[in-house]
């Protein structure tokens, strides 16, 4: 069976991208709120990260809020053809930098048409419900009106894909019921494995999986057995663990952030790592 690196690329929607793309919320200020400390800086990022083959730029209107949308647009606009921007909605910011859900079908519709105006774009091509019934992580319950109300903005043009984040494997079941889903955003990496089983079931079906928090929710003696094989391999822990995702399943597609160029490369440079099968042990042992 072939290195899922043996495939470069994934299909997000219509469209192929490559497995490594770019987070842009690390664009804003802190706490993601507010603008950046040097835009130029910001602006310099997002036209390497494009210079550099990456061609799938993750983003919300709702970072910022609006920021990083607009950070996008003056960096890049008019956009590469192959540049796939992916966006989500499903929340708002309070005035004190609040997470806040905005499920309802005005908070919505106002929420594509604000990132349609920030983007400077006709249509949207992927967007992702995010989910916030519970603030620490996924939850269960219905996500049928919000999904539906997402799926009306698609039959009328403004979005072209819809894909969803912080889900549960049943919530994914019962969206797909109503509309087709492109891709799932969910927390997941090398210490956080909930998602092994719908990771796979989605790449039996062609779906993208992407996850956030690469090295999110880690004990120290986790990021110990990480920094010992990032050492020997001649690496740092951060490629690792991206390279241990890559690794993991052909359909996961990587959005690090961040506001470094040389972090970028960094983390672009994770895809041409090969993992010895000693490391890989090693490193699918992190989980509990």
Known sequence: M????????FPLGSRRVGRIGYGAMQLAGPGVFGPPKDRDAALAVLREAVASGVNHIDTSDFYGPHVTNQLIRAALAPYPDDLVIVTKIGARRGADASW????????????????????????????????????????????????????????????????????TAKQVAEARRICEIVCVQNHYNLAHRGDDALIDALAGDGIAYVPFFPLGGFTPLQSSALSDVAQRLGVTPMQAALAWLLHRAPNILLIPGTASLAHLHENLAAGDIELPADAQQTLDGIAP
Do not use: K, Y
């Not at 604000?114 to 519970?134: A, F, K, P, S, T």
């Open 2 to 9: 072939p290195s899922p690196l043996s495939t470069r690329t």
């Open 100 to 167: 806040l859900p905005a499920f309802s079908p005005e908070a919505l519709t106002q929420a594509v048409h604000d990132n349609l105006r920030n983007l400077g774009l006709d249509v949207l091509e992927v967007v992702n419900l995010r989910i916030m019934l519970d603030p620490h992580g996924p939850a269960e319950g219905s996500i049928e009106a919000p999904l539906s109300t997402l799926a009306g903005l698609q039959q009328q043009g403004l979005v072209r894909h819809i894909g969803l984040s912080n889900v």
